[in-house]
């Protein structure tokens, strides 16, 4: 796997869409990814007149929220996750049932086959889907002054500061913080947070892979990775997919992706 085989992130700014490419993408790629921002979406957030069937599980938490702008934030969080799986399954958002694993990681109860990230850092928040296995997203500003020099022990591995050295400090604060943001979307992907240390792994500055600290491989293309820019080049937004070498078939509909055992009892439930 390759960069190409991410999606271009979509920026999506409203819940009404335009949604087409995010279904599109799953399809072509396996995963799709969309970003927007809190104040775009907060409107729905405040007036979506059905709110509290959108959050299903989630209402008794947001109520329980005190301050307003945290509340609305978690609202806003919450529906980009719903509406863009939705879009990528062509079913109703309302119909998703959103959970969280240990550690907060959400995920779509029933659908055991497709993984979901989520990442906000200022006025972004952005969410990554993908049906072939893991997927972990991160954003950076654009203009976050990350100094090698500081960060490098910290998270660096040897091949990587060997490479960032001797870049023109402009480039070696640009690729810095590139890197960053690719270690936490692979972090993200794996479930590991910060509990997996930034010099136990790296990335080629050119080739973008995945590699052990003393630079040799360490992927055997299972994974892909890539960078994008996000609203107007504001922020830095990476993508992590493994591909898990599940059923690549197209159908992405609803119900053949759905747990069987979770699809008879939905059944079972609405007689």
Same mark, same amino acid.
Request: with cysteine; hydrophobic share 40%; charged share 25%.
């Given at each position: 796997?390759?960069?190409q085989?991410?999606?271009?992130?979509?920026?999506?700014?409203?819940?009404?869409?335009?949604?087409?490419?995010?279904?599109?993408?799953?399809?072509r790629?396996?995963n799709?990814?969309?970003?927007?921002?809190?104040?775009?979406?907060?409107?729905?957030?405040?007036?979506a007149?059905?709110?509290?069937?959108?959050?299903?599980?989630?209402?008794?938490?947001?109520?329980?929220?005190?301050?307003?702008?945290?509340?609305?934030?978690?609202v806003?969080?919450?529906?980009?996750m719903?509406h863009?799986?939705?879009?990528?399954?062509?079913?109703?958002?309302?119909t998703?049932?959103l959970?969280?694993?240990?550690? !907060?990681?959400?995920y /779509?109860r029933?659908?055991?086959?497709? @993984?979901?990230? *989520?990442?906000?850092?200022? $006025?972004l928040? =952005?969410?990554?889907?993908s049906?072939?296995g893991?997927?972990?997203?991160?954003?950076?500003?654009?203009d976050?002054?990350?100094?090698?020099?500081?960060?490098?022990?910290?998270?660096?591995?040897?091949t990587?500061?060997a490479?960032l050295?001797?870049?023109?400090?402009?480039?070696?604060t640009?690729?810095?913080?590139?890197?960053w943001?690719?270690?936490?979307?692979?972090?993200?992907?794996?479930?590991?947070g910060?509990?997996?240390?930034?010099t136990?792994?790296?990335?080629?500055?050119?080739s973008?892979?995945?590699?052990?600290?003393?630079?040799?491989?360490?992927?055997r293309?299972?994974?892909?990775?890539?960078?994008?820019?996000?609203? !107007?080049?504001?922020? /830095?937004?990476?993508?992590?997919?493994? @591909?898990?070498? *599940?059923d690549?078939?197209? $159908?992405?509909s =609803?119900?053949?992706?759905?747990?069987?055992?979770?699809?008879?009892?939905?059944?079972?439930h609405q007689?």
């Amino acid at each position: 796997m390759n960069e190409q085989r991410i999606s271009t992130p979509i920026h999506v700014p409203r819940p009404a869409g335009p949604w087409q490419g995010v279904h599109e993408n799953l399809t072509r790629t396996g995963n799709a990814v969309v970003h927007t921002t809190w104040g775009e979406w907060l409107p729905a957030a405040l007036t979506a007149p059905r709110l509290r069937r959108l959050l299903g599980r989630d209402w008794t938490r947001y109520r329980r929220i005190p301050d307003a702008t945290v509340r609305f934030r978690f609202v806003a969080a919450r529906l980009l996750m719903k509406h863009t799986a939705a879009a990528a399954l062509r079913v109703d958002p309302e119909t998703l049932d959103l959970a969280y694993r240990l550690g !907060g990681r959400p995920y /779509l109860r029933g659908f055991d086959q497709i @993984d979901l990230s *989520l990442t906000h850092t200022g $006025d972004l928040m =952005a969410v990554g889907l993908s049906r072939h296995g893991r997927i972990g997203v991160d954003a950076e500003p654009a203009d976050r002054r990350m100094r090698f020099d500081l960060l490098q022990a910290q998270m660096c591995t040897p091949t990587e500061a060997a490479e960032l050295a001797p870049l023109p400090e402009r480039e070696q604060t640009a690729q810095t913080l590139r890197l960053w943001t690719l270690k936490e979307a692979y972090t993200k992907a794996l479930g590991q947070g910060m509990r997996l240390g930034f010099t136990e792994f790296g990335f080629g500055l050119r080739s973008g892979r995945l590699l052990a600290p003393d630079g040799s491989p360490a992927t055997r293309g299972e994974w892909a990775f890539a960078t994008h820019p996000a609203l !107007g080049g504001r922020y /830095l937004l990476s993508v992590a997919c493994h @591909d898990a070498g *599940l059923d690549p078939a197209d $159908d992405t509909s =609803a119900r053949t992706m759905l747990d069987p055992g979770f699809l008879a009892a939905m059944a079972h439930h609405q007689h």
